[in-house]
T-cell receptor, first 116, second 114 residues
């Protein structure tokens, strides 16, 4: 049973370009979270999605960032017009349920975005 | 703003010794979870402890929760080199429904010296 798959593992973009990060949740999981991690720091929540719905986007910057989780295919985190401050590791996590009292999150190995 | 802190920020011990990490938080929780992160990898879930539980064990791991002090501790007994990693606590606040995002602390970097 494959775990959470994120690709690419490493992504280099020049300032002003777009970055697209993909996350395929574990089989049977319909709940996806995106987190951002700066070096030597903890994870900061960005967005929580269920298939075709954004449940909580309170951690997403108001501009340039968007996320989707279509009925078919992976979840996508899109960053438009990247800036150096966007350089970070972006982690996706999935769960089979919404119930955080019972079901822990399963994390992928992250995408490390470097903006030059 | 951060909902809590782990301490110490970094811990180095000899292989075979016990390692204790602490986590404090500010608001009422439904449950608290501990995760491990190896360098360059994603987080791996270790233990979930609910607000009505005081202690939980899993192999060499022991987690305690004191809701009156709003704190938790993770004890790793008989440490091994493979335990070298960062350890994070994550909180789910009350009420549970509508608060489904885990809030992570800044972590404790544990180094086991062979």
């Amino acid at each position: 049973n494959a775990g959470v798959m994120q690709n690419p593992r490493h992504l280099v973009r020049r300032r002003g370009q777009e970055a697209r990060l993909r996350c395929s949740p574990m089989k049977g999981h319909s709940h996806v979270y995106w987190y951002r991690q700066l070096p030597e720091e903890g994870l900061k929540f960005m967005v929580y999605l269920q298939k075709e719905n954004i449940i909580d986007e309170s951690g997403m910057p108001k501009e340039r960032f968007s996320a989707e989780f279509p009925k078919e295919g992976p979840s996508i985190l899109r960053i438009q017009q990247v800036v150096r401050g966007d350089s970070a590791a972006y982690f996706c996590a999935s769960s089979p349920t919404r119930d955080r009292g019972r079901s822990p999150l399963h994390f992928g190995n992250g995408t490390r975005l470097t903006v030059t | 703003s951060q909902q809590g802190e782990e301490d110490p920020q970094a811990l180095s011990i000899q292989e075979g010794e016990n390692a204790t990490m602490n986590c404090s938080y500010k608001t009422s929780i439904n449950n608290l979870q501990w995760y491990r992160q190896n360098s360059g990898r994603g987080l791996v879930h270790l233990i979930l402890i609910r607000s009505n539980e005081r202690e939980k064990h899993s192999g060499r791991l022991r987690v305690t929760l004191d809701t009156s002090k709003k704190s938790s501790s993770l004890l790793i007994t008989a440490s091994r080199a493979a335990d070298t990693a960062s350890y994070f606590c994550a909180r789910i606040p009350q009420p549970l429904f509508g608060n489904e995002k885990l809030t992570f602390g800044t972590g404790t970097r544990l180094t086991i010296i062979p």
